[in-house]
């Protein structure tokens, strides 16, 4: 995991954030996400797991959690 991602992971977690900043780290994963894939990068395991987490933590919105969903349907290998 680098340190952009656990950054952005850790903005998305922070509950103190607004949901607007969060959403908008969560697409920046997402475009990372997509540039690995791309390059023919395997994602980093640890990335996957913290977004199977947020996908079914009750405490995150719902918005959070769909996207959080989607990006692990689409790049979990």
């Excluded at 850790?10 to 997509?34: P, T, Y």
């Excluded at 640890?46 to 790049?75: C, D, F, H, N």
Aim: charged share 30%; hydrophobic share 40%; no cysteine.
């Amino acid at each position: 995991m680098t340190s952009e991602e656990k950054d952005l992971i850790n903005q998305i977690r922070s509950e103190d954030a607004e949901l607007r900043s969060r959403e908008n780290a969560l697409s920046r994963l997402g475009e990372i996400l997509e540039e690995n894939f791309i390059l023919d990068l395997l994602p980093s395991r640890a990335v996957i797991q913290v977004l199977e987490k947020i996908a079914s933590s009750r405490a995150t919105p719902g918005s959070l959690k769909r996207k959080a969903k989607a990006l692990v349907q689409t790049y979990k290998i």
